[in-house]
């Protein structure tokens, strides 16, 4: 019998109606559209409006895009991972809640956490499950409302962030194709340069938190643009010498959003040609554990079974990786 990969199968996604334009933010805060553009890359982000819906709401509605489309019984589906830094609740799962609302009432479900490396370290937890043998069908959801957590008076951060949700399902492949390798790290002496403080069991919620405004994200730009940079781009180049692949063999790089100045220094130091660099940042901004697989489905017509990708992330924590995966399917 072949060795087991894992390999993904079927993409959705979904982001809310709203747009939040560059030039609506100039009436928020002190900035403009060529400022904003020009640091990040950014035109505009979608956000959810509605009070009354949390991440979860992204979540479900991206499974069900990938299981329409995809034509799977929810039945079928194994388990359930969420990533996301937005869970709906600090307790009880978002994961069970959108296994139990999409159908999928046979798989067990969890959240997963890891700021904006969180489906990237997702992708590996459903690779080993599958690689086990045990299961067949392993949802991985990537989901934020990041406009829950944003303060809409700080144009540091109020202009990099928007809402979203994409969903992968990995299943088993016998082809030695899907997911090849991983190079996966973390730092916890960054957690004080990108961070949301209160809410946790080390600053609880008191009315002196939500006065001093710590229910909000925070970032020390300059710092997390220097290890984002250095971190992906090493993780990549481990990920591509230990492969030995070369800049011809990867058709496509998958990189985190967070900003385009991010992802232009780390495919120039891959010396990767730009139409191999995918990025939708300038319509969504940064989605935090949505991105991946937004761009996934975004870019899912142009792949080809058996291309070579690479994907690459960073986030708070700090925590960062790379993954070399090989497409299993051509678009119908």
Same mark, same amino acid.
């Given at each position: 019998m072949n060795k087991i990969t894992a390999a993904i199968t079927a993409v959705g996604a979904y982001v809310p109606d709203y747009v939040l334009t560059n030039k609506i933010l100039e009436t928020l805060v002190d900035t403009n559209d060529e400022w904003i553009t020009t640091r990040t890359g950014i035109k505009e982000r979608r956000i959810l409006k509605d009070d009354t819906k949390g991440t979860s709401f992204l979540a479900i509605n991206a499974a069900l895009d990938l299981i329409e489309k995809a034509n799977i019984d929810p039945l079928e589906i194994d388990l359930v991972l969420l990533a996301t830094a937005t869970a709906d609740m600090p307790v009880a799962s978002t994961g069970a809640y959108v296994a139990t609302k999409i159908g999928a009432t046979n798989a067990f479900s969890y959240d997963l956490q890891s700021a904006c490396s969180s489906f990237l370290f997702g992708m590996s937890t459903a690779a080993a499950y599958i690689e086990s043998g045990r299961y067949k069908? /392993?949802?991985?959801?990537?989901? @934020?409302?990041?406009?829950?957590? /944003?303060?809409? #008076?700080?144009?540091?951060?109020?202009?990099?962030?928007?809402?979203?949700?994409?969903?992968?399902?990995?299943?088993?492949?016998?082809?030695?194709?899907? +997911?090849?390798?991983?190079?996966?790290? #973390?730092?916890? @002496?960054?957690?004080?340069?990108?961070?949301?403080?209160?809410? !946790?069991?080390l600053f609880p919620a008191s009315e002196q938190t939500i006065k001093d405004n710590q229910h909000n994200i925070i970032q020390d730009g300059k710092t997390v643009f220097k290890y984002a940079v250095t971190n992906m781009s090493d993780a990549c180049d481990i990920i591509m010498? %230990?492969?030995?692949?070369?800049?011809?063999? /990867?058709?496509?790089?998958?990189?985190?959003?967070?900003?385009?100045?991010?992802?232009?220094?780390?495919?120039?130091?891959?010396?990767?040609?730009?139409?191999? /660099?995918?990025?939708?940042?300038? %319509?969504? !901004?940064?989605?935090?554990?949505? #991105? +991946?697989p937004l761009v996934l489905s975004d870019f899912e017509h142009l792949f080809k079974k058996g291309d070579t990708i690479i994907f690459a992330a960073f986030g708070g924590g700090f925590s960062w990786g790379s993954i070399y995966l090989k497409w299993a399917y051509d678009k119908k």
């Open positions: 069908k /392993v949802l991985l959801i990537g989901a @934020d409302k990041m406009s829950s957590i /944003v303060d809409y #008076t700080d144009r540091a951060t109020c202009i990099i962030f928007g809402d979203g949700a994409g969903a992968a399902l990995f299943e088993p492949n016998y082809e030695g194709l899907g +997911l090849q390798d991983e190079y996966l790290r #973390t730092d916890g @002496d960054g957690r004080e340069f990108l961070k949301m403080t209160a809410g !946790g069991s010498q %230990r492969n030995n692949l070369t800049n011809d063999d /990867v058709a496509w790089l998958v990189p985190h959003q967070a900003n385009k100045r991010i992802i232009d220094a780390i495919s120039s130091r891959m010396n990767l040609e730009d139409s191999k /660099v995918l990025m939708n940042i300038e %319509r969504y !901004g940064n989605t935090t554990s949505a #991105t +991946l």
